[in-house]
């Protein structure tokens, strides 16, 4: 089993986009995979169809201890991919665990005997460092970085790092930073080009060949609550996507390698100043 949370605290770079739809992927291609919904924004959730608000069928009611993991879990239009969804009340779930021992692992605590179904376990991440992203670390084993391909791409990267690094030390010694995922590239950019380039210089081989363009198809998919692949199975949107996963997949080929994050965290963080 693999697991793998999509992070980074800059809002907007294409996490939910890439965490819904590699799953989606993965699962087209057999695997069974659970998508998690951390995210409070339930963003992940309503692209694929799933909307609980309201009927007290989220994460947060697991993580409450009001319902049993099998009485949340659900499945989506796609064989084999099921979710742990999320909804609005999640956002109150950072301040009422403030005070709760073992804040962190929570989440891990109620979904561990769950995690072991699947093949993949890909958990979508709000846009901070707060507690749920937390929980998210110390239930995977591998971070995925959605970088969107514009001007403050590694703005914040160093931040990231550090947090990583604490977790590493601090409560899971398995985490590894495995993979960097350029998303919403335009090539006709010189811009777009540079921070590519800036991007591959600061994570070298730990990004992945494949670039996510800009589709607008990516865009639309979400208020249809499908993934790209049923919404527009022709678009770039969904070339990208399978290729990414198909390069995700081959990862296991080869022995995943982290990054190495400390010479990394001293790279000038803000690069194109
Ligand atoms: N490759 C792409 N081409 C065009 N639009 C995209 C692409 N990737 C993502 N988008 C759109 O950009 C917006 C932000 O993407 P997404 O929601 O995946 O980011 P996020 O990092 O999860 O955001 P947040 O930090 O708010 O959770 C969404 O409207 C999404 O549909
Ligand atoms: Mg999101």
């Given at each position: 089993m693999r697991s793998i949370a999509f992070i980074?605290?800059?809002?907007?770079?294409?996490k939910t986009t890439s965490t819904a739809n590699v799953g989606a992927c993965l699962a087209t291609l057999g695997k069974k995979v659970l998508l998690i919904?951390?995210?409070?924004?339930a963003n992940m959730s309503m692209h694929l169809g799933i909307n609980v608000n309201g009927k007290d069928l989220s994460i947060y009611q697991l993580i409450c201890g009001k319902k049993k993991v099998t009485e949340i879990l659900t499945k989506t239009a796609i064989s084999g991919l099921d979710m742990i969804p999320s909804d609005i009340d999640l956002a109150s779930a950072e301040i009422e665990l403030v005070n709760t021992v073992g804040r962190e692992t929570i989440v891990k605590f109620y979904l561990d005997e769950l995690l072991d179904k699947y093949d993949y376990v890909l958990i979508d991440c709000p846009p901070s460092l707060g507690l749920l992203t937390l929980n998210a670390l110390t239930i995977v084993n591998e971070i995925f970085i959605p970088v969107q391909t514009e001007f403050f791409a590694l703005q914040g990267v160093s931040k990231l790092l550090q947090t990583f690094d604490v977790i590493k030390k601090r409560?899971?010694?398995?985490?590894?930073?495995?993979g960097i995922i350029p998303c919403m590239y335009d090539s006709r950019t010189k811009l777009g080009t540079a921070v590519l380039d800036k991007i591959k210089e600061y994570f070298e081989d730990k990004v992945f060949a494949t670039t996510i363009r800009k589709n607008v198809k990516l865009s639309e998919a979400p208020s249809h609550g499908m993934p790209i692949i049923t919404y527009a199975p022709d678009s770039n949107g969904t070339q990208d996507y399978m290729a990414l996963t198909k390069e995700i997949i081959a990862q296991e080929k080869n022995t995943i390698k982290g990054v190495k994050v400390k010479q990394k965290a001293e790279i000038r963080e803000h690069a194109f100043n």
């Open positions: 980074n605290q800059k809002g907007g770079v294409g919904d951390l995210d409070p924004q409560l899971n010694s398995s985490l590894e930073i495995t």
